[in-house]
Structures are given as structure tokens and as C-alpha cells.
């Protein structure tokens, strides 16, 4: 089983990542080429230009993940591949990569759930995570909060109804005028510690609201009615602007997410308690997806789950945002069941995918 080796391939949005895991979780390379140009010129992730930039790199980034990793492709015992969900145009450049791959090495091929690769990614990081467990998934267009009985298995217990929170980090990072050569999340993270949480009384949503869903549509609007009402001039950058002008859009920043976070609290502890009744051996609540790599998220949710007598599992940040070493090892947990197609034919067209 140690001598498992899969390759992962994860092109489901803007990034175009490879990784090459063994069987015993050992990570032999990990490779991503991000569109930062891209994101900072269209404001957001365009699919078809997303899709010409995946099809540009995709080819060398598998190839540096083969070669870091000091294998070939003869190496491999399967290659994994997310299907989806994402951007149809893009998950297409990696699903053709790894059946042309898999087809000229007759590898067998997994197809892998983004989801479930950001929740299971966490098995690999903490060796004592076992089933069942919880996982609060936070990302740019996910908000979903699960319970993994088994292998494949999974109760949703919560999802948004409008936008996720990763969206509304990334639009008030735009609104505020934030560098968007990266996400916006990192952008407000780091704007948020210059400013008054207080300052800002924002509404979190949906406090009346007894189930575990989750709404980011209504705090979005409330940050831009702020920005209005502020009068901030959001076309001069943050680097330049004056420090009153600062200070507000920082006080901005550390008001939403405080509310933004504070959401996911609430929710969370309920989720908690519905999950100990159908499960009560769980033990761990995981908290994955690129807004997971934010350390005042990160501090919050410890204490929520500490205080309900479980154990925070939070990947590194390289492991919550979107990456290849995910996709492998969902890859490999499936491998090992037997889960699996046979190797594809040696040639299919390309419009086959
Ligand atoms: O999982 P991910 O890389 O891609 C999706 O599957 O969507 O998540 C990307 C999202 C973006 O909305 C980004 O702004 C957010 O994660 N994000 C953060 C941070 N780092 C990334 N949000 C808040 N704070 C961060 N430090
Ligand atoms: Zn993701």
C-alpha cells in the first residue's frame, strides 16, 4: 500500500496544479502555476480565458510534477483527476491531460469530487482523522458543512443560499481596492489587522434562522453600501491613500470578516450538535477550502470545536486552497477500495472529453 504512487491533477478553476503522493501519504512533488495576471485584469476568474491558460501550462506542470518527484510516468500505479464541480471549460483541460496520460501508460484513472478532495485532504496531514468525522468546506464558490460517515459516504447538513464566503471576501477585497493580483482573501486578512472589528455594526445573516445554512449575498450589500456611505475614493489604491482613508477601509475589512466569521460560527455549533446525535463517535471537525487558510478563521472555529470537546483539523494553508496533493489523495482512498476506471484507450479524439 506504501507503494501506491498517484499523480493528482486539479483544474476546476484558475489554477493549474500537479502532485504526486504515496500510498503512506508522503508528498513527493507539488506544482501549481496560478493566473494572478489574469485575475487582476478580468477582476474575477473568466472560464474562457481561464481555459487558454490551463491549456498553455498544463502540460509542463505535469511534466515538473513527474520529474520533482524523480519518477516517469511508468512509476505511477494511477492517475487522479478532479471532474468536477468547477468550470466545465477547465476541468476539461485536466480530464483530457490525464486520459491521454493514463491511455499511453495504461493507468487506471480516478475521477475525483473537488469537495471531497479539499475535506479528505486532511486524513493525509493528521493520521488519527478516521471516519466519521465533520467538515466545514469554505471556499470561493462553496460553503458546505458535511458529515462523512464513511469513505464515499456524506451528509450534507448545510450549504449556502446564496454566495460563499470566499466570494465575499474576494468582492470586498475588490470594492475596498485591493490589490487583486492574488485572491481577495489574503488581501482583507491582511488590511483586517489594521482596523477596529467594532467599527463597522454589520448584520450577521440569517441569526434567526434554526437550520445550517449559510447566506453571504445580504453582507456583501452591506459592505458596499459602507464603501458608498464612506465616500472612500476606491480608485486610488490602498498603498496610496491617504491614512484617514486607510483606517476606514481597514475598520471595513475587520468588520466584515469579523461578521463573516461569526456566521460560520453560529452555524457550526449547531452543525455540531446535529452531528454528535447521528454520530456521537466523532471526534474531529475539519475546516478546509482557501478561506481556511485564514489564521483568524482558524483561531475562531478552535474555539467553537474545542469548546464542544473536538479536535480542529485545519490543513496547511498551501493544502486548503486549491492544489494537486488533494486530488491525489482522494485518488489513492478510492484507489485502494477498488474505486476506479480501467485505463482509457490508447488514442480517443480530443473532443471525446
Ligand atoms: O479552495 P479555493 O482555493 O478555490 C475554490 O475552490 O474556490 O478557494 C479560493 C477562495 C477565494 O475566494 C479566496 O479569496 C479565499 O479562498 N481565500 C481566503 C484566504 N485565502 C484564500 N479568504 C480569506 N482569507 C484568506 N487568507
Ligand atoms: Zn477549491
Not at 204 to 212: A, G, L, S
Not at 216 to 244: F, R
Request: glycine share 8%; hydrophobic share 40%.
Amino acid at each position: 500500500d506504501d507503494n501506491l504512487v498517484v499523480l493528482g491533477i486539479e483544474t476546476s478553476c484558475d489554477d493549474t496544479a500537479a502532485a504526486v503522493v504515496r500510498g503512506n501519504g508522503e508528498i513527493l512533488s507539488q506544482v501549481i502555476s496560478s493566473q494572478a495576471e489574469l485575475l487582476a485584469q478580468y477582476g474575477g476568474v473568466a472560464p474562457k480565458q481561464a481555459e487558454e491558460a490551463h491549456s498553455r501550462v498544463i502540460d509542463k506542470v505535469v511534466q515538473d510534477a513527474l520529474d520533482s518527484a524523480n519518477i516517469t510516468e511508468k512509476d505511477l500505479s494511477a492517475v487522479a483527476v478532479t471532474i468536477g464541480p468547477g468550470l466545465s471549460l477547465c476541468l476539461r483541460v485536466g480530464v483530457r491531460k490525464a486520459r491521454r496520460l493514463a491511455g499511453g501508460f495504461h493507468l487506471p484513472i480516478v475521477g475525483v469530487h473537488h469537495m471531497e478532495a479539499h475535506a479528505l485532504v486532511a486524513r493525509l496531514v493528521e493520521q488519527e482523522l478516521s471516519f466519521p468525522f465533520m467538515a466545514l468546506l469554505i471556499s470561493g464558490g462553496h460553503n458546505i458543512i458535511v458529515l462523512a460517515h464513511k469513505l464515499g459516504q456524506y451528509t450534507q447538513l448545510g450549504t449556502t443560499v446564496d454566495d460563499a464566503i470566499g466570494e465575499a471576501f474576494d468582492k470586498t477585497a475588490k470594492w475596498l481596492g485591493l490589490d487583486m493580483r492574488r485572491s481577495g482573501g489574503p488581501a482583507v486578512e491582511e488590511l483586517a489587522l489594521e482596523g477596529d472589528a467594532k467599527a463597522f455594526k454589520f448584520n450577521v445573516p440569517m441569526k434567526f434562522h434554526k437550520d445550517c445554512n449559510f447566506s453571504y449575498a445580504g453582507l456583501k450589500t452591506q459592505v458596499k453600501l459602507a464603501i458608498e456611505a464612506k465616500e472612500i475614493d476606491v480608485k486610488c489604491p490602498v498603498s496610496s491613500a491617504t491614512s484617514e482613508d486607510r483606517r476606514k477601509r481597514a475598520d471595513i475589512a475587520a468588520s466584515f470578516q469579523r461578521v463573516a466569521v461569526l456566521h460560520l460560527e453560529e452555524k457550526c455549533e449547531r452543525a455540531i450538535d446535529w452531528a454528535l446525535k447521528l454520530e456521537p463517535s466523532i471526534k474531529h471537525m475539519v475546516v478546509s477550502g482557501g478561506v481556511a487558510s485564514n489564521q483568524y478563521v482558524r483561531l475562531r472555529l478552535n474555539n467553537i470545536v474545542e469548546n464542544k470537546n473536538l479536535k480542529l483539523v485545519c490543513p496547511p494553508p498551501s493544502l486548503c486552497t486549491d492544489n494537486g496533493v488533494m486530488v491525489a489523495w482522494t485518488g489513492l482512498e478510492h484507489f485502494r477500495v477498488g474505486r476506479y476506471d480501467p485505463p482509457p484507450p490508447e488514442t480517443e479524439p480530443d473532443d471525446f472529453v
